[in-house]
């Protein structure tokens, strides 16, 4: 049976009947004792957070759950509800929509921030430099949307600086997201503000989450506001409602 049990190797779970361990910790000790954003800390990384690294974790979370129908993904899900889907299945529709261009700026934000600090040349040289090797836009900063100010950002900025002062976090990559702020403002001759991707990058940055950890966080985050609108929509009713309303009509190109 050696060839069936090293199948899968995980050091996530170990189970037998009447006994679940996640981590070596009883699940029924959990039960209760650890908060979600704990169990999300201690499922991933494997260790504990202390309250205050939980406290901001959650904060990260709590701030990205929502952007509203004209989001791609919660528009998804609504459009999937009144196809006569399940919330299962409208929850995968949507968070399968979260990729690079929806939903992935916070990784992008990541990397970037991790780019500037082991970079050799200063501010300015790795801007270019991203900007040569990853395009024109620097993630994590500016909004479609929200003009001037992202209000989602200053308020978790402000939590990190408290958890800097703290000692939380040491609030290294706080002050790279801020001098790319700054950087770019001056580059463009306005104000570039960090925005909710760029604001929650660095907190996921200052805990120790390596990039790719940063788009499955937003993915748990924005699933929130998923399961929500799927649901919302479920009681409003409605069939096969499409991203226009039946009047609207797309342009139509003749070749």
Same mark, same amino acid.
């Given at each position: 049976?050696?060839?069936?049990?090293?199948?899968?190797? =995980?050091?996530?779970?170990?189970?037998?009947?009447?006994?679940?361990?996640?981590?070596?910790?009883?699940?029924?000790?959990?039960?209760?004792?650890?908060?979600?954003?704990?169990?999300?800390?201690?499922?991933?990384?494997?260790?504990? $957070?202390?309250?205050? !690294?939980?406290?901001?974790?959650?904060?990260?979370?709590?701030?990205?759950?929502?952007?509203?129908?004209?989001?791609?993904? /919660?528009?998804?899900?609504?459009?999937?509800? +009144?196809?006569?889907?399940?919330?299962?299945?409208?929850?995968?529709?949507?968070?399968?929509?979260?990729?690079?261009?929806?939903?992935?700026?916070?990784?992008?934000?990541? %990397?970037?921030?991790?780019?500037?600090?082991?970079?050799?040349?200063?501010?300015?040289?790795?801007?270019?430099?991203?900007?040569?090797?990853?395009?024109?836009?620097?993630?994590?900063?500016?909004?479609?949307?929200? +003009?001037? =100010?992202?209000?989602?950002?200053?308020?978790?900025?402000?939590?990190?600086? %408290?958890?800097?002062?703290?000692?939380?976090?040491?609030?290294?990559?706080?002050?790279?997201?801020?001098?790319?702020?700054?950087?770019?403002?001056?580059?463009?001759?306005?104000?570039? $503000?960090?925005?909710?991707?760029?604001?929650?990058?660095? /907190?996921?940055?200052?805990?120790?989450?390596?990039?790719?950890?940063?788009?499955?966080?937003?993915?748990?985050?924005?699933?929130?506001?998923?399961?929500?609108?799927?649901?919302?929509?479920?009681? !409003?009713?409605?069939?096969?409602?499409?991203?226009?309303?039946?009047?609207?009509?797309?342009?139509?190109?003749?070749?």
């Amino acid at each position: 049976m050696s060839d069936v049990s090293d199948w899968w190797r =995980t050091g996530i779970i170990d189970m037998e009947p009447g006994r679940i361990d996640i981590r070596g910790r009883p699940i029924e000790e959990l039960i209760g004792t650890v908060s979600f954003p704990q169990m999300i800390w201690l499922m991933v990384r494997g260790d504990m $957070p202390t309250p205050d !690294q939980a406290k901001l974790l959650e904060a990260a979370l709590v701030a990205a759950v929502d952007h509203g129908p004209q989001a791609p993904s /919660i528009a998804a899900a609504r459009m999937a509800v +009144t196809c006569g889907v399940g919330l299962n299945n409208a929850m995968a529709s949507a968070v399968n929509m979260l990729g690079d261009v929806h939903g992935g700026a916070g990784e992008q934000a990541v %990397e970037l921030f991790h780019f500037v600090d082991l970079h050799s040349g200063g501010l300015s040289a790795a801007l270019d430099d991203w900007r040569a090797a990853r395009g024109k836009i620097v993630p994590g900063f500016g909004h479609r949307f929200h +003009t001037p =100010t992202d209000p989602r950002a200053p308020r978790l900025m402000a939590l990190l600086r %408290e958890a800097a002062v703290s000692g939380t976090v040491d609030g290294r990559f706080a002050d790279i997201g801020e001098a790319i702020e700054a950087e770019l403002g001056q580059q463009l001759g306005r104000p570039l $503000p960090m925005n909710i991707d760029g604001a929650t990058a660095v /907190i996921y940055a200052e805990l120790g989450f390596e990039p790719p950890l940063a788009r499955g966080l937003f993915c748990l985050s924005r699933s929130v506001g998923i399961l929500a609108h799927a649901w919302e929509q479920m009681q !409003q009713g409605g069939r096969n409602k499409g991203p226009t309303p039946p009047h609207y009509r797309w342009t139509y190109d003749a070749g």
